[in-house]
Nanobody, 118 residues
C-alpha cells in the first residue's frame, strides 16, 4: 500500500516562505494527477494545488501567484513552494491524488502543520 509522508511545515511570519515535501513509498507521481490539500480547524479540506502526470499545474485562486507545485519523479517526491504566506494559509497540509474523494487515492498521511503569524 502506498504511503505518503508530508514534511516541511512550521511556524513562519506573514510574508515568509516554506517548502513542503510529499514523499511517496512508490512511484506514483508520473501516473497520477496529484495535489496538495489543506484543512484549517473547523473548515473543510480544500485542494490548493495540483499537478497532472503530464506536468500541468493548477491552483486555487487563494494561492495563485504565491504557491508553486512541482515534483521529482526520480525521488518519488512532490513539493509545494509557498511564498508570501498569509495568516489565512494556516492549516494542516496533506498530499494525495486529485481523485481521492472519488475513491481513487491513497491513505492519508499525517500531514504537516503550517502556522503563519501576523
Amino acid at each position: 500500500q502506498v504511503q505518503l509522508v508530508e514534511s516541511g511545515g512550521g511556524l513562519v511570519q506573514a510574508g515568509g516562505s516554506l517548502r513542503l515535501s510529499c514523499a511517496a513509498s512508490e512511484s506514483i507521481f508520473s501516473i497520477n494527477a496529484m495535489g496538495w490539500y489543506r484543512q484549517a480547524p473547523e473548515k473543510q479540506r480544500e485542494l490548493v494545488a495540483s499537478i497532472t502526470s503530464e506536468g500541468s499545474t493548477a491552483y486555487a485562486d487563494s494561492v495563485k501567484g504565491r504557491f508553486t507545485i512541482s515534483r521529482d519523479n526520480a525521488k518519488n517526491t512532490m513539493y509545494l513552494q509557498m511564498n508570501s504566506l498569509k495568516p489565512e494559509d494556516t492549516a494542516a497540509y496533506y498530499c494525495n491524488a486529485v481523485l481521492v474523494d472519488y475513491g481513487l487515492g491513497y491513505p492519508w498521511g499525517q500531514g504537516t502543520q503550517v502556522t503563519v503569524s501576523s
